[in-house]
Nanobody, 130 residues
């Protein structure tokens, strides 16, 4: 059983930066595809980005490309989401999630699908003021 705990959220002005962290425990962290999702009030949860375990390939949704970067430190069992040039529309609760390679098969479709992820954190709030 993998436990995930996000941290680093907060209030930031538009154009600012934040780095979210997701600490994992209870499993072999390096064997999981680590994804980030977000959910804004009144909206459905959406895929933000993912780092594939087997080759550290990263994949982002179009709205954050060039602004967000995912990295991971397997020694610390932690994955990061560096967010820059933040916009008010980035305001949401951000969740990290872990998926086994067998669930995602490393494909774009499955990597961005929330149902591929078996383990989820409780989320951290990010609020971007205009």
């Amino acid at each position: 059983q993998v436990q995930l705990v996000e941290s680093g959220g907060g209030l930031v002005q538009a154009g600012g930066s934040l780095r979210l962290s997701c600490a994992a425990s209870g499993g072999t962290f390096s064997n999981y595809d680590m994804g980030w999702f977000r959910q804004a009030p009144g909206k459905e949860r959406e895929f933000v980005g993912v780092m594939r375990w087997r080759d550290n390939f990263t994949y982002y949704t179009d709205s954050v490309k060039g602004r967000f970067t995912i990295s991971r430190d397997n020694a610390k069992n932690t994955v990061y989401l560096q967010m820059s040039s933040l916009k008010p529309e980035d305001t949401a609760v951000y969740y990290c999630a872990a998926a086994s390679g067998s669930a995602t098969l490393g494909t774009y479709y499955r990597l961005r699908l929330g149902g591929s992820y078996a383990y989820w954190g409780r989320g951290t709030q990010v609020t971007v003021s205009s």
